[in-house]
């Protein structure tokens, strides 16, 4: 495989995520040791997520985190273990990952993005609203950075097809001869000028996750998108 350069990341993320999901997880707060936690979430997984148990299978003990209900530990486990079935640009459907960007802009981008596309697959898609929270990590961590590769590495920017990519990571998530990398940190295709990161591991992610601002993605009968902030919002 071709070289890659790493780059220390020492930056404050933004991750946007349906406010659907509960700020605080059942295994929030749980003292337990890494073979009681992976228990639990086979067991929470069995009645939830069929490939949740299956994911958990492929974190070591030291990747089986908890925390405080403050903490957001189980949020962090989520992006792991209850992640899409296609995968996205740099994990496949074995593993998620924590996919965030180094600009809130660029985090609405994206999913504005990515859900703008999921609704326009269905019939019944627009109007829409889908209400969104922020969560903010400060990432400081080692990562492979294809920064600047549009040009070089064109495979691992496909607009949507993310076959090369997927492989690409994979090589480097579990290569054949240890230590796997951190993560990857590239440009965003979806707004220029953007960064985004996706950590390979809950344990690359600090803990805290603070909670930031919430919004609403808005499509109107026609498919036409507008974000608004909201305020007030409990947490």
Request: charged share 25%; hydrophobic share 40%.
């Amino acid at each position: 495989m071709t070289a890659f350069k790493r780059s220390r990341i020492r930056r404050k993320t933004h991750r946007l995520i349906a406010t659907k999901y509960p700020t605080v997880g059942v295994f929030d707060d749980l003292a337990s040791d890494p073979g009681d936690l992976r228990a639990a979430f086979i067991l929470e997984a069995l009645t939830n997520d069929r490939l949740a148990a299956q994911r958990i299978n492929l974190l070591p003990d030291e990747e089986i985190i908890a925390g405080p209900v403050d903490s957001g530990a189980s949020i962090v486990m989520a992006a792991f273990l209850h992640a899409d079935e296609a995968g996205g640009r740099f994990t496949d459907g074995r593993l998620g990952g924590w996919y965030a960007a180094c600009e809130l802009e660029t985090a609405i981008a994206e999913t504005m993005h990515h859900n703008d596309r999921r609704l326009r697959l269905s019939a019944s898609g627009f109007p829409n609203p889908i209400q969104i929270r922020e969560l903010i990590v400060t990432i400081k961590a080692d990562l492979v950075d294809v920064r600047g590769l549009q040009k070089d590495r064109p495979e691992l920017y496909r607009d949507a097809d993310y076959s090369a990519s997927q492989a690409f990571a994979s090589e480097i998530r579990w290569p054949k001869s240890p230590p796997p990398e951190n993560g990857v940190v590239f440009d965003s295709v979806r707004r220029k000028s953007g960064t985004n990161v996706c950590i390979f591991w809950p344990s690359k992610v600090p803990l805290p996750v603070v909670q930031g601002d919430h919004f609403e993605y808005q499509w109107d009968a026609a498919g036409h998108p507008t974000v608004m902030k909201l305020t007030n919002v409990a947490l």
